[in-house]
């Protein structure tokens, strides 16, 4: 959920490894995609996943609710392979949906949480109509193991799963968009960039840094994947890339089981503690 009010245009880019259900509820939106220049007010979006940043751009007040799909999630409720929505926004009406029926259900003057139980309720109830097929148990270990150790070799993963290199190419393919050792380097970029915006667990600082052999590797990396280097990428004010890393870095630490759903985050402020001098 994201809402910012105030008269202002806001340039970022966005580099997600997953399909997002995108409400866009305020704002004038714009996005170079990889067929050109789009624009979007209010409406249903669907994000595919990115090989690079996405450059965006919302103008005015503006208001999202954003679902994230955990890779297998399309093809297991029936929808168009990732593959082919990778670096693409496609209007709910592309995926054979009624997007106006769904902006509907979201009223003027509701809560944040009341729009995300809205957004959440409809694809329950999508899941439960496309017969709750799971994605690919092969999928989840990737998943797994992209958060866990993007360095791993593909053909180590293979073997340790007992499944063919040009199986587990398919399958990672049309389920994260991109080929597995794509998917790994884009991994190892996204955890090394939320630390260098603040929103990674601090502890992890130097395993993150070993990652790459050396600074030029991770400036490669960077260039190519984020369109900067990484100075410029902690230089340059950047909201939406922070909330979408934010977002990733509390799925990771969910999935790998280091905290629980809903908790305070290591890179956030506990509650205030309220004290009180008696006198």
């Not at 259900?105 to 959440?120: K, Q, Y």
Request: charged share 25%.
């Amino acid at each position: 959920m994201a809402q910012v009010d105030g008269a202002q245009t806001i340039s970022c880019g966005i580099l997600a490894d997953t399909s997002v259900l995108r409400i866009l509820l305020k704002g004038e939106w714009q996005a170079e995609t990889s067929s050109g220049p789009a624009f979007y007010s209010r409406t249903a979006i669907f994000f595919g996943p990115h090989s690079r940043r996405l450059p965006c751009r919302v103008k005015g007040d503006f208001a999202t609710v954003a679902l994230s799909l955990a890779p297998g999630t399309c093809h297991a409720l029936g929808l168009h392979d990732v593959a082919g929505l990778t670096d693409r926004l496609s209007p709910f009406e592309e995926l054979g949906f009624d997007s106006s029926e769904l902006m509907a259900l979201f009223r003027d003057g509701a809560t944040r949480a009341e729009w995300m139980d809205v957004l959440e309720n409809y694809m329950r109830a999508l899941v439960q109509q496309r017969g709750m097929m799971e994605p690919d148990q092969i999928t989840r270990r990737f998943d797994e193991i992209a958060f866990a150790n993007p360095n791993i070799k593909v053909k180590d993963f293979a073997k340790a799963n007992g499944i063919e290199p040009k199986r587990l190419e398919r399958v990672i393919k049309r389920d994260f968009g991109l080929p597995p050792k794509q998917v790994l380097r884009r991994a190892r970029a996204l955890d090394m960039a939320a630390h260098l915006k603040g929103v990674a667990d601090a502890s992890e600082a130097a395993e993150l840094a070993l990652r790459y052999f050396d600074q030029s590797h991770l400036n490669r990396d960077f260039v190519d994947l984020f369109g900067m280097t990484p100075t410029q990428f902690v230089r340059t004010p950047q909201p939406l890339m922070t909330l979408t890393l934010e977002h990733r870095q509390a799925r990771r630490l969910e999935v790998l089981k280091r905290v629980e759903p809903d908790a305070i985050m290591p890179w956030q402020e506990p509650p205030e503690r309220v004290s009180r001098t008696e006198s």
